[in-house]
């Protein structure tokens, strides 16, 4: 499951700026003789390792763990738009946008970070 941070909002259209952190694929990618982690490929690549949030116990602000995770690969930090309301104005009814929105963000980035990240690494002599 995919941690939330909510953060600013737009007055119109009234869309939330959502942090989603998710966990980083396991296994390997397609290169010859073993490959490269999803991991390793995604850190020496630079498309994995930031993060938008500072370290702290405030509003907005990650824990020094959430932090390492990233740092290392192991969690990767996604940000999108969303429309709180467009789900209905009840507490349940916003979560539920919400995780939809966090969901399909994690769904889309997923296979597009492993097709770029393929044969990354890859060496011939």
Do not use: C
Not at 35 to 42: D, I, K, L, Y
């Amino acid at each position: 499951m995919s941690k939330l941070h909510l953060l600013e909002s737009t007055p119109y259209p009234v869309t939330t700026r959502v942090i989603v952190h998710a966990p980083v694929p396991t296994g390997n990618n397609d290169v010859p003789d073993g490959g490269a982690s999803w991991q390793a490929a995604g850190l020496a690549s630079g498309d994995l390792g930031h993060t938008a949030l500072t370290v702290g116990t405030g509003p907005g602000q990650i824990t020094q763990a959430e932090a390492d995770a990233i740092a290392a690969g192991s969690i990767v930090e996604l940000e999108v738009q969303v429309r709180l309301d467009s789900g209905g104005t009840l507490p349940a009814q916003r979560l539920a946008t919400l995780n939809k929105y966090a969901a399909a963000a994690v769904r889309d980035w997923e296979p597009v970070f492993k097709a770029k990240h393929r044969f990354f690494g890859f060496v011939q002599a």
